[in-house]
C-alpha cells in the first residue's frame, strides 16, 4: 500500500505579523491540515511573533520557528525547507490566503501523479469571506495599483502580456538546453483541472521536499530576491512536471511592507535574470542575444506601467535604465566569482547607488 503523503506550511516571512498569523489560521483550518507549520523570521520582534503563532497553532501541527539565517527571501526559505520533514512543502508567502480546500486538492493530484514535483494554487481575485476580520486594511496594498483598466477581456490579456509583460514566462530568460529540462512526452496527462505550466509564482508554490532539496533557491540573491520563484520553479523543471490546479484556491494578500520600492524591484527584476543566465547558460552568445532583447522589451513596459499608474517620476522605467547599465558588467563577471560580487551589486542597488 502507498504511503500516505503530508504537507508542511513553510513560510518565510519579515515584519507581517497580523497578516502571518492569520495566513497560519487558514492553512490549519484546511480539510486536509498541515502535519507541520516550519517559519523563518527575518523580524527583529520575531520571539514576539513566534509566540501568536504558537498560540494559533497549539497541538494541531509540528511548530518550528527559527530566526532567518539572513535577511534574504531565499536563504528563509531554503532554511525552512530543510527544517521541514513533510513530503510536500507549501512554500506560501506570509500574506497567502487559503481556501478550505486548497490542500486537499493539490494534495490529491501529488498523491496521484507521482511525475508531478510542483503545483501551483490559483489564485483568485476575492479572499477566503474570514480572512478580513481581525487585519488592519492600511497594511494592505491595492492589488489593482498600477495595472491599465482595459477590463478583463481577449484584447486586455493580449494587452497585458505583450506590452506590459505580466505573465511569468515573458519575465524570464531560460537559460537550459533542451537535454536538462524534462520533456512533455514523459509527463502524465493533466486531469481535469490541471494545466501544464513552466513557471511558478511563489505565492502559490508548492513542491516535493526531495525535488526542492535538489535545486534549492538560489542564495546568491539578497534581500528581495526578485524572481527568485521563476528560477527555482524553472529548475524544477528538469525533474518533473509543473502543474497548475485552477480548482485548488487561493489569495494573494499583497501587504504592504516590501522590502523595497518600485524602481529598486524594477532594476532587481531584470538584473537577477541576467544574474542567473550568466551563473547557468551553456550557449553564452546566444543567450546574450536574447537576454538583451528581453531587457529591451521589460523597459518599454515599465515605462508603460509607470504611465498607466501615473507615475510621472517613472520609478519602474529608471529601475529599467539602471538594470541596462549593469547589464554588460554581469555579463562580463567570472563565474567563479560571480556570486559573491553580484550579492555586494545587489547590496549597492537596494541602498541606492548606482
Known amino acids: 500500500m502507498t504511503a500516505t503523503l503530508d504537507w508542511g506550511l513553510c513560510i518565510a516571512t519579515l515584519n507581517r505579523g497580523d497578516v502571518l498569523v492569520r495566513a497560519v489560521g487558514l492553512a490549519l483550518s484546511q480539510t486536509r491540515p498541515p502535519a507541520e507549520v516550519v517559519i523563518a523570521d527575518a523580524s527583529t520582534d520575531w520571539q514576539a511573533t513566534r509566540d501568536r503563532v504558537a498560540a494559533v497553532v497549539g497541538n494541531r501541527a509540528r511548530l518550528v520557528f527559527e530566526p532567518a539565517a539572513a535577511r534574504s527571501l531565499t536563504v528563509q526559505r531554503n532554511q525552512a525547507i530543510r527544517l521541514a520533514r513533510a513530503d510536500i512543502l507549501f512554500l506560501f508567502d506570509d500574506d497567502t490566503l487559503m481556501y478550505p480546500d486548497c490542500a486537499d486538492r493539490i494534495m ?57 509583460l505580466t505573465d511569468a514566462d515573458c519575465r ?110 551553456a550557449r553564452p552568445t546566444r543567450d546574450l542575444a536574447r537576454l538583451t532583447l528581453w531587457s529591451g522589451r521589460m523597459t518599454v513596459a515599465d515605462l508603460a506601467k509607470d504611465l498607466a499608474g501615473r507615475r510621472w517620476t517613472l520609478p519602474r522605467f529608471r529601475g529599467s535604465v539602471l538594470a541596462l547599465t549593469w547589464l554588460p558588467r554581469i555579463w562580463a563577471a567570472p563565474r567563479g566569482a560571480l556570486v559573491p560580487w553580484y550579492q555586494t551589486v545587489q547590496r549597492r542597488i537596494m541602498a541606492g547607488a548606482r
Request: overall charge positive; charged content about 20%; glycine content about 8%.
Open 108 to 164: 490529491a493530484r501529488y498523491a496521484a501523479h507521482p511525475s508531478v514535483v510542483a503545483i501551483a494554487a490559483h489564485h483568485v481575485p476575492d479572499a477566503p469571506e474570514d480572512s478580513a476580520e481581525g487585519l488592519d486594511r492600511k497594511s494592505v496594498s491595492p492589488a489593482a495599483a498600477g495595472r491599465i483598466a482595459t477590463g478583463g477581456g481577449a484584447v486586455a490579456r493580449v494587452l497585458r502580456r505583450q506590452l506590459l
Open 172 to 281: 524570464f530568460v531560460g537559460y537550459d538546453g533542451a537535454d536538462r529540462r524534462w520533456h512533455s512526452a514523459h509527463s502524465p496527462q493533466p486531469p481535469r483541472h490541471c494545466h501544464p505550466i513552466d513557471f511558478i509564482n511563489g505565492f502559490a508554490l508548492t513542491v516535493r521536499r526531495a525535488a526542492v532539496l535538489r535545486e534549492p533557491f538560489d542564495e546568491g540573491l539578497v534581500g528581495p530576491s526578485i524572481a527568485e520563484d521563476l528560477d527555482a520553479s524553472y529548475r524544477l523543471g528538469r525533474l518533473g512536471a509543473l502543474w497548475r490546479a485552477s480548482d485548488a484556491h487561493c489569495h494573494h494578500l499583497e501587504a504592504a511592507g516590501a522590502r523595497s520600492g518600485r524602481r529598486v524591484n524594477s532594476a532587481l527584476a531584470q538584473m537577477n535574470v541576467a544574474y542567473f543566465v550568466r551563473r547557468h547558460s
